[in-house]
C-alpha cells in the first residue's frame, strides 16, 4: 500500500510540474499581407506563401519579430510561448517570423505546418539579416507603431508569461 501511494504521489509531482502544454494546432503557412508597412530603404525579404515579400525596415507595429531556424533548439522551445501569446493577443500585437540559414522553403513550410506555427514567416534566403540581427538566434525584435525597434531580445523567451511582459512593457500591449 505505501508503495502505490509512493507511486501515485511521484506520479501526480511529476504531472504537476509539466512543462507548458502544446496548443494542438495544425501550422499553417500563413500570407504576409497582414503584415503592416512603411516606407523601406532595403530589399524585401521572401514570404513563405509565395507572396509578395516585406523588407524588415517597412515593417510597423505593434509588432514582434522573431528571427530562428527549423535547425535551432532554443527556437524549437520557445514555439510554443509565440503560439500561447498569440492565441491571446492576436489582435493587438502581430507575430512576424524570420527563417534563417535554411535549405530552401519547402523544409521551412513543413516545419512550420508540424510545429504549429500560425503566423506569416520571412524567409531569409541569402542571409542578409545578418547584418541587422546578429548572428545567433533566436533573436527578437519589439517594432512600435512607428517602425522603431523598442526592445531586443537576444536568447529564447522561457515562459509565456515572460513574452507577455515584455510586450505589455515595450509596445503597451493590455
Known amino acids: 500500500m505505501k508503495k502505490l501511494l509512493a507511486v501515485l ?24 499581407s497582414s503584415i503592416k508597412t512603411g516606407e523601406s530603404t532595403s530589399l524585401p525579404l521572401e514570404c513563405l506563401d509565395g507572396g509578395p515579400g516585406v523588407a524588415v525596415d517597412a515593417i510597423r507595429g505593434p509588432a514582434i519579430v522573431n528571427v530562428w531556424g527549423t535547425w535551432c533548439y532554443p527556437c524549437r522551445e ?3 510561448h509565440f503560439a500561447h501569446f498569440l492565441a491571446k493577443y492576436h489582435e493587438k500585437v502581430a ?18 505546418e508540424s510545429h504549429g ?7 531569409d534566403a541569402n542571409g542578409t539579416t ?13 517594432i512600435d507603431q512607428d517602425g522603431k525597434v523598442v526592445h531586443k531580445q537576444f536568447g529564447p523567451f522561457k515562459s509565456t508569461e515572460e513574452l507577455e511582459i515584455a510586450a505589455i512593457k515595450y509596445l503597451g500591449i493590455k
Not at 506555427?117 to 524567409?123: E, R
Request: proline letters at 6%; a neutral charge; hydrophobic letters at 45%.
Open 9 to 32: 504521489s511521484s506520479i501526480l509531482l511529476l504531472s504537476g510540474c509539466s512543462a507548458l502544454e502544446p496548443i494542438q494546432v495544425k501550422g499553417e503557412v500563413v500570407s504576409c
Open 78 to 80: 520557445e514555439l510554443p
Open 95 to 112: 507575430v512576424i517570423g524570420i527563417a534563417v540559414e535554411e535549405k530552401n522553403t519547402s523544409s521551412v513550410k513543413k516545419f512550420v
Open 117 to 123: 506555427m500560425s503566423w506569416p514567416i520571412l524567409y
Open 130 to 142: 545578418k547584418e541587422k540581427f546578429g548572428m545567433g538566434v533566436p533573436v527578437t525584435w519589439f
